[in-house]
C-alpha cells in the first residue's frame, strides 16, 4: 500500500489540543481531496455515552456533504479521540465503520494515527494503517 495522507501540523496541533480540553470522546470531519486533509470541522458528539463513544452530530455531516455537491471541500473521513486508551481502532470502532475507504484519525493523548477503513482490512478486520505524512 502506497498510500499516505498528508495534513498540516497546525490541524494535528489542533485536534490534539481540543482532545486534550475535553474528558469526553471529540470528533469532527476531515475534508479534503483523496490523500490530503486541507481542512478539519470539529462536530458535536451526540452519543448517549461521550467519554468512551462517539458520534457525529448528523446536522453538521448532512452540511457538509451538502457544501461539497456545492463544491467546497470533499468530506474524506473523520477524526475523534480515545481519552483513556490508545490511538488505534476499537472493536467499537470496527464495528461502526463501513468499508467505503474513509479516512479515520484517531487521537489519543499526543499520539495521532490514521487508518483507511476497508473489507478484510488488517486491525479488527476493518481498518488498514495509514501513514501520515504531517507537513508544516
Known amino acids: 500500500m502506497g498510500e499516505t495522507l498528508q495534513i498540516s501540523r497546525s490541524l494535528v496541533s489542533g485536534i490534539i489540543s481540543s482532545a486534550a480540553r ?17 481542512q478539519v470541522r470539529a462536530c458535536r458528539n451526540v452519543h448517549s455515552t461521550p467519554a468512551t463513544h462517539f458520534e457525529l452530530d448528523p446536522a453538521a ?12 471541500p470533499a468530506v474524506i473521513g473523520h477524526y475523534h479521540s480515545h481519552p483513556s486508551g490508545r490511538a488505534d ?6 464495528a461502526a465503520a463501513a468499508p467505503d475507504g474513509s479516512i479515520w484519525i484517531i487521537v489519543a493523548g499526543k499520539d495521532v ?9 488488517a486491525v479488527h478486520g476493518r481498518f ?6 504531517i507537513a508544516r
Open 113 to 121: 494515527t490514521a487508518w483507511k477503513a476497508v473489507r478484510d482490512g
Open 89 to 94: 481502532p476499537s472493536p467499537t470502532d470496527a
Open 22 to 38: 475535553s474528558a469526553d470522546e471529540i470528533c469532527g470531519l476531515l475534508l479534503g481531496e483523496e490523500g490530503h486533509v486541507t
Open 61 to 72: 455531516l448532512f452540511a457538509a456533504l451538502r457544501s461539497a455537491r456545492a463544491g467546497g
Open 128 to 133: 488498514d494503517p495509514l501513514p501520515l505524512a
